[in-house]
T-cell receptor, first 111, second 114 residues
Framework: GQQVMQIPQYQHVQEGEDFTTYCNSS?????IQWYKQRPGGHPVFLIQ?????EVKKQKRLTFQFGEAKKNSSLHITATQTTDVGTYFC???????????FGTGTRLTVIP | EAGVAQSPRYKIIEKRQSVAFWCNPI?????LYWYQQILGQGPKLLIQ????????DSQLPKDRFSAERLKGVDSTLKIQPAKLEDSAVYLC????????????FGPGTRLTVL
């Protein structure tokens, strides 16, 4: 079955440092989405990537979809305390109905 | 636009008891999902509805879990009887029809089974 792994599982950074989380799928994906979940909250949609090699930016966040459409990354430049939370990737296997969520990366930002 | 509503927000029961959760998706959203999120893990899909029909329930433990969406709007998820390992947050999400793939999540119901 499809598996979506993320590394690292946890990341502690000083405020102002950069942060990157990586997402790897065992199968080729038709698209990949990224969600953020604040402590005690629910997942909130950030972005969707569809094309091979696609790169999208949202202010300090940069999202990338791999050429083979099996991996993705999220990079945050100059982290702020508001970036705290768990970041999940979620991939849809080609032809499948549903999303498989990754294991998540929990980000802590030390002020 | 109102978001996805869920109730109750918290529930504590003893093992072997029954429990039901309710979800009202965003108005007009044809697709509804129930996810189980165990502490420290990502959401795991339990069941997906398209209007009032089941699209995918392959990961639903059907011996104890059931779900319905009779009128294609709100939905209920039931666990009967509950086990200790069912302790988790149960998230409902909805998605509109069309090309968008974005799922909108409700606040979830935190279930504790003692």
């Amino acid at each position: 079955g499809q598996q979506v792994m993320q590394i690292p599982q946890y990341q502690h950074v000083q405020e102002g440092e950069d942060f990157t989380t990586y997402c790897n799928s065992s199968t080729t994906l038709s698209n990949i989405q990224w969600y953020k979940q604040r402590p005690g909250g629910h997942p909130v949609f950030l972005i969707q990537l569809v094309k091979s090699g696609e790169v999208k930016k949202q202010k300090r966040l940069t999202f990338q979809f791999g050429e083979a459409k099996k991996n993705s990354s999220l990079h945050i430049t100059a982290t702020q305390t508001t970036d705290v939370g768990t970041y999940f990737c979620a991939g849809r296997q080609t032809g499948a109905n549903n999303l498989f969520f990754g294991t998540g990366t929990r980000l802590t930002v030390i002020p | 636009e109102a978001g996805v509503a869920q109730s109750p927000r918290y529930k504590i029961i003893e093992k072997r008891q029954s429990v039901a959760f309710w979800c009202n998706p965003i108005s007009g959203h044809a697709t509804l999902y129930w996810y189980q999120q165990i502490l420290g893990q990502g959401p795991k899909l339990l069941i997906q509805f398209q209007n009032n029909g089941v699209v995918d329930d392959s990961q639903l433990p059907k011996d104890r879990f059931s779900a319905e969406r009779l009128k294609g709007v709100d939905s209920t998820l039931k666990i009967q009887p509950a086990k200790l390992e069912d302790s988790a947050v149960y998230l409902c999400a909805s998605r509109s029809s069309g090309t968008t793939d974005t799922q909108y999540f409700g606040p979830g119901t935190r279930l504790t089974v003692l």
